[in-house]
């Protein structure tokens, strides 16, 4: 069964870039049955969609208005991962940060990685 | 976007009860509904999707009704580990907002 492992730091500074990881298990980044999404938890916000990436003749991506202008998700197919990319970050990006298999079908989410606390402060 | 919403926020149950919990969208969304369980510390596990089918491996105990903008996830008898909070999210627009969340606890 698809197993997603995230990977990348805890703790990050004040208008630096946020970068996570997330390593796919028994599927594949370019899987025309999936999207790849990162979502965060903050007790402020709840649950936070903020985006997604997948391939369907080409890579396709979409992205939550309140990031839109700081954020990138990329695949690698090389290594069957992709990542979340955060610029400018402020404490307000204090979060749980998830990844998450999308079934492209119900665009339902399953699996998610294991989660990752990423705090921002100097 | 599509605002959702959730009550009660929070309920307390005994083993063996049966359990409600409702959620509204400020829109139609049809049946893209999903239903995730979270325990503290862990990430969300899907329940239910399209409003009322049972993710494998989910406890048949489990079921969710719905349609249009006003859905319910049902678990028929509490168990021990059903002990939870629970979030609906749409999945009919991007992007797919949850709702704030039901936790259910002992009572």
């Known amino acids: 069964q698809v197993q997603l492992q995230q990977s990348g730091p805890g703790l990050v500074k004040p208008s630096q870039t946020l970068t996570l990881t997330c390593a796919i298990s028994?599927?594949?980044?370019?899987?025309?049955?999936?999207?790849w999404v990162w979502i965060r938890q903050s007790p402020s916000r709840g649950l936070e969609w903020l985006g997604r990436t997948y391939y369907m003749s080409n890579w396709h991506h979409d992205y939550a208005v309140s990031v839109k202008s700081r954020i990138t998700i990329s695949p690698d197919t090389s290594k069957d991962q992709f990542s979340l990319q955060l610029n400018s970050v402020t404490p307000e990006d204090t979060a749980v940060y998830y990844c998450?298999?999308?079934?492209?079908?119900?665009?339902?989410?399953?699996?998610w990685g294991q989660g990752t606390l990423v705090t921002v402060s100097s | 976007d599509i605002h959702m919403t959730q009550s009660p926020s929070s309920l307390s149950a005994s083993v063996g009860d049966r359990v409600t919990v409702s959620c509204r969208a400020s829109q139609s969304i049809s049946s893209a509904l999903n239903w995730y369980q979270q325990k503290p510390g862990k990430a969300p596990e899907l329940v239910i999707y399209s409003a009322a089918s049972l993710q494998s491996g989910a406890p048949s105990r489990f079921s969710g009704s719905g349609s249009g903008t006003d859905f319910t996830l049902t678990i028929s008898s509490l168990q021990p580990e059903d002990f939870a909070t629970y979030y609906c999210?749409?999945?009919?627009?991007?992007?797919?907002?949850f709702g704030p969340g039901t936790k259910v606890d002992v009572k």
């Open positions: 998450a298999r999308e079934d492209r079908g119900t665009n339902a989410y399953s699996p």
């Open positions: 028994m599927d594949t980044v370019s899987s025309p049955f999936a999207a």
């Open positions: 999210q749409q999945s009919s627009s991007v992007p797919f907002t």
